[in-house]
C-alpha cells in the first residue's frame, strides 16, 4: 500500500522559513514525477512544485524564487523549502506522487496523495 505523509508544517513569521517533508513508502518514487499543492480556505487546491523523474522541477509563479523542491532518493523523501514566507502561502500543504517520470501541475494528474499539512504564515 503506498502512502504519503507530509510533515514539517506549523507557524512561523512573515520573512521566515519552513521545510516540509513528504516521506514515501510502499513503493519507491525515485524516477517518478511528485509535487507539492496547496489549499487555503475557500480555494481550490492550487499547484506549488513539482520534480519530475529526471529532476526537472517547476513552480507556481507566486513561489518561485522563494520555494525549493527537492528530493531524496535513499530516504524517499520530497522537500519543500519555504524562504522568505508571507500571509498569503498560509494554507493546508499535500504532496503528490504520479506513475510518471513526467511532472504535471494539475492535481487531476496525481493518483497517490498525502493527508496534508498546515502552514500558518503569521504577518
Known amino acids: 500500500q503506498v502512502q504519503l505523509v507530509e510533515s514539517g508544517g506549523g507557524l512561523v513569521q512573515a520573512g521566515g522559513s519552513l521545510r516540509l517533508s513528504c516521506a514515501a513508502s510502499?513503493?519507491?518514487?525515485?524516477?517518478?514525477?511528485m509535487a507539492w499543492f496547496r489549499q487555503a480556505p475557500g480555494k481550490e487546491r492550487a499547484f506549488v512544485a513539482a520534480i519530475g523523474g529526471r529532476d526537472s522541477t517547476y513552480y507556481a509563479d507566486s513561489v518561485k524564487g522563494r520555494f525549493t523542491i527537492t528530493r531524496d532518493r535513499v530516504k524517499n523523501t520530497m522537500y519543500l523549502q519555504m524562504n522568505d514566507a508571507k500571509p498569503e502561502d498560509t494554507a493546508v500543504y499535500f504532496c503528490?506522487?504520479?506513475?510518471?517520470?513526467?511532472?504535471?501541475?494539475?492535481?487531476?494528474?496525481?493518483?497517490?496523495w498525502g493527508p496534508g499539512t498546515q502552514v500558518t504564515v503569521s504577518s
Open positions: 503528490a506522487g504520479r506513475s510518471d517520470w513526467f511532472a504535471r501541475t494539475s492535481n487531476t494528474e496525481y493518483s497517490y
Open positions: 510502499g513503493r519507491s518514487f525515485s524516477s517518478y514525477a
